[in-house]
């Protein structure tokens, strides 16, 4: 398995609908978790932290699940502009400087 | 200002040549790492810079030699590279504990010939 797991897609959804990304990880002890987008031939950029308690900023909504090793990322009212890949990058504990990325899931918003 | 800068924007060497990629940030973060991504692919961590010391190399070839002149500035100084070098080197910086959020610069698009 491993260590850090994501739908590739894509997924293809209309302007204004609600599409939701999971990403799973393995390791049980991982502690800090975030959400990056990543448009064709640009540089990651942060989208959300993912905290204990959740964490929302306008549309988006994310949401860690510490029992069933996942976190997931919610989007409502795609835009077009919502269109690019979605990274999820997981930390192990104890302060490690080494990520891991997730394959990444790209969306797809069409009018 | 979330802002990390790199220079050039796209390079094109040939396998003999020497090169240098460079990276910048005024955020007082005080790690910094290089990253190579290739087309469809996770970025994959090569080096990490804590407090201007190399903390972490992630078994990359000596073709590839990460330099941190000071807290604002890391480098990345290429030679004799493959052609399968070719590939998006991204620069991110972090505050300090290795996992704070990452801000990634825009990246140099790497052509070895």
């Known amino acids: 398995r491993k260590e850090v797991e994501q739908d590739p897609g894509p997924f293809n959804v209309p302007e204004g609908a609600t599409v939701a990304f999971n990403c799973t990880y393995s390791?049980?002890?991982?502690?800090?978790f975030f959400w990056y987008r990543q448009d064709c031939r640009k540089e990651p950029k942060l989208l959300m932290s993912?905290?204990?308690s959740g964490n929302e900023d306008g549309r988006f909504t994310a949401q860690l699940n510490r029992a069933s090793q996942y976190i997931s990322l919610l989007i409502r009212d795609s835009k077009l502009s919502d269109s690019a890949t979605y990274l999820c990058?997981?930390?192990?504990?104890?302060?490690?400087?080494?990520?891991?990325f997730g394959r990444g899931t790209s969306l797809i918003v069409h009018p | 200002d979330t802002e990390v800068t790199q220079t050039p924007k796209h390079l094109v060497m040939g396998m003999t040549n020497k090169k240098s990629l460079k990276c910048e940030q005024h955020?007082?973060?005080?790690?910094m790492y290089w990253y190579k991504q290739k087309a469809k692919k996770p970025p994959e961590l090569m080096f990490v810079?804590?407090?201007?010391?190399?903390?972490i190399n992630e078994s990359v070839p000596s073709r590839f030699s990460p330099e941190c002149p000071n807290s604002s500035l890391l480098n990345l100084h290429l030679h004799a590279l493959q052609p399968e070098d070719s590939a998006l080197y991204l620069c991110?910086?972090?505050?300090?504990?290795?996992?704070?959020?990452?801000?990634f610069g825009p990246g140099t698009r790497l052509t070895v010939t």
């Open positions: 991110a910086s972090s505050q300090e504990d290795g996992s704070d959020e990452q801000y």
């Open positions: 390791n049980s002890a991982s502690q800090s």
């Open positions: 993912v905290y204990s």
């Open positions: 990058v997981v930390f192990p504990a104890g302060g490690s400087y080494i990520p891991t």
């Open positions: 955020m007082g973060h005080r790690a």
């Open positions: 810079y804590s407090y201007e010391k190399l903390s």
